[in-house]
């Protein structure tokens, strides 16, 4: 089991106003999945994707899918 904390960064294309979300690519190789959370809810919940579904996700981000929370 790995101890690695995440390292979390927003796109460099976020530019709008602070609705982003961050991931922790860093964690894909050793836990086979994204983590995700809400930029501006730091202590927040974290969404974990599994790798296959990330793009998945992102896709759906900016085909409006979620609507605006």
Do not use: Q
Request: glycine fraction near 12%; aromatic fraction near 8%.
């Amino acid at each position: 089991m790995t101890t690695e904390s995440p390292r979390w960064f927003t796109s460099s294309y976020s530019d709008n106003g602070g609705a982003c979300v961050e991931v922790a690519a860093n964690l894909v190789a050793s836990r086979g999945m994204v983590p995700v959370r809400d930029s501006k809810d730091l202590s927040g919940p974290t969404l974990g994707l599994r790798v296959d579904a990330f793009p998945r996700f992102v896709a759906g981000i900016k085909a409006g899918e979620f609507g605006a929370i």
